[in-house]
């Protein structure tokens, strides 16, 4: 029985004829593979703050929003801005990005060795609490305090230099300390302590405690704005009446006071995929309101003195990239990365391709033409005298056999049917020849 398949394609032609093809493609999609960028890494070093503070916090939230990416963030605490300054910009330090303070760095320094800001982040005031019947109207009469600074590697050192040399005067007019935030706290309760200074976000419980403390006064900037317009990279910000406590009208007045931003610095060695994420992750930690800021304020590419990453910019102008929006991060980062070469290939495949149908029908047909060479030959030998037409017949029985084991779709039935046709008509023409010679014998032996 003839076999003739019941669909009008075959898969298994369709792919041998277009294997080659296939192969060409996938090898080129390969090669481009190792030749374009790597994929991003999935672990990412970065150096935040001491225990319990405003960075750590922080960091820990941007470990939790990598994760939902399959991104493992791996913090380290350090003293702070300062010292994460110095590592993230040293060429043998595995941190590639953390948390540094408007003011605490050499701007042009920083670009020379590789970092790049991927934005502001939030404001952190210059909280500075000390006792007194009156308040200070300026900070000429922190002159002969004691004054503490936080720990050595917070950032704030120089910063405070600044400010004291805008009230003409110099380090060695103070007695500066440099205690860890609680130990100063202590201090300052016990009196061996005059004056705190810090730089830190409105959260920090130390300073929530000393704001509701009413033996402690916090210095007001009146010259905020002045301040301003010497030193670039502060803001002035102001604590508004009530924010603490509306109720029990704290504080009872407006406070101006002069803000650092905290800035998220990176090396220009992060990926470009990785500084997309960091900042899909910031714009869900810091775009929320709070005592100095107004919702969607942060993340923002202004209030950064280290210049801001070529992709970060693309990032605030047009915002989350598109694949990025509707696939997995790992699948869209993987489309982006390789769509030119995707592109590429295709263009050189483009024009194979158009091979691929003529070579498909080739193979069909040939399974059904290569039979009428052999049906030919038979048909060839009716000619030749002395021809054994059974032996012509046990041939055309053989022929017959294996087109009858032909596979072919639907489609090209007809051409199968027609091969057949053509079997039956040789078959007749060597029937008739035979019966020919067998009538012409006895005529011949009468004779």
């Not at 481009?32 to 750590?56: F, I, N, Q």
């Not at 704001?211 to 990279?233: C, G, I, P, S």
Request: hydrophobic residues 40%.
């Amino acid at each position: 029985m003839q076999k003739i398949k019941f669909t009008l394609f075959s898969l298994r032609d369709f792919l041998v004829a277009f294997g080659p093809v296939l192969a060409l493609f996938c090898g080129l999609v390969y090669l481009g593979y190792r030749l374009a960028d790597p994929a991003p890494s999935k672990l990412v070093d970065m150096t935040s703050g001491v225990p319990g503070s405003t960075y750590e916090r922080f960091a820990r939230a941007y470990s939790s929003e990598l994760a939902k990416s399959g991104v493992t963030l791996r913090n380290a605490n350090s003293e702070g801005s300062q010292q994460n300054f110095e590592r993230i910009r040293d060429p043998d330090s595995v941190y590639e990005v953390g948390f540094v303070r408007s003011g605490s760095t050499d701007p042009e320094q920083a670009a020379e060795q590789g970092l790049i800001s991927l934005g502001a982040l939030f404001y952190e005031p210059i909280w500075i609490f000390y006792r007194s019947k009156s308040d200070w109207r300026s900070l000429t009469q922190l002159k002969g305090k004691r004054i503490n600074l936080g720990a050595r590697g917070s950032g704030i050192q120089r910063i405070f230099t600044e400010l004291l040399q805008l009230n003409h005067l110099q380090d060695s007019d103070v007695s500066i300390q440099r205690l860890p935030d609680q130990q100063a706290l202590d201090s300052f309760l016990r009196g061996e302590t005059d004056v705190l200074v810090f730089c830190t976000g409105s959260d920090s419980e130390i300073v929530q405690q000393l704001l509701q403390n009413r033996d402690v006064r916090l210095f007001d900037f009146e010259q905020a704005e002045a301040y301003t317009r010497r030193l670039a990279y502060l803001s002035a910000v102001t604590l508004p009446r009530g924010i603490i406590d509306i109720g029990a009208d704290l504080p009872a007045r407006d406070y101006h006071l002069l803000a650092t931003t905290v800035t998220l610095v990176a090396h220009e060695s992060l990926h470009p995929a990785l500084v997309s994420l960091m900042l899909q992750a910031a714009r869900t930690i810091h775009s929320k309101a709070d005592w100095f800021s107004k919702r969607n304020e942060f993340p923002s590419e202004r209030f950064t003195e280290i210049p801001v990453s070529e992709h970060a910019v693309k990032f605030y102008e047009h915002g989350i990239p598109v694949l990025q929006r509707y696939l997995p991060f790992w699948v869209a980062n993987f489309i982006e990365r390789m769509w030119f070469v995707l592109v590429a290939a295709g263009a050189m495949i483009l024009p194979l391709s158009k091979i691929i149908p003529p070579v498909y029908v080739w193979r069909i047909r040939s399974r059904i033409y290569r039979w009428y060479g052999q049906l030919r030959e038979i048909e060839l030998s009716l000619e030749q005298e002395g021809q054994d037409w059974q032996q012509g017949m046990q041939r055309l029985d053989l022929l017959e056999n294996s087109v009858n084991q032909i596979v072919v779709p639907l489609a090209y039935a007809e051409e199968l049917y027609g091969l057949r046709s053509h079997i039956q008509l040789v078959r007749s023409r060597l029937q008739a020849a035979a019966q020919g010679d067998q009538q012409a014998a006895p005529v011949a032996g009468t004779v």
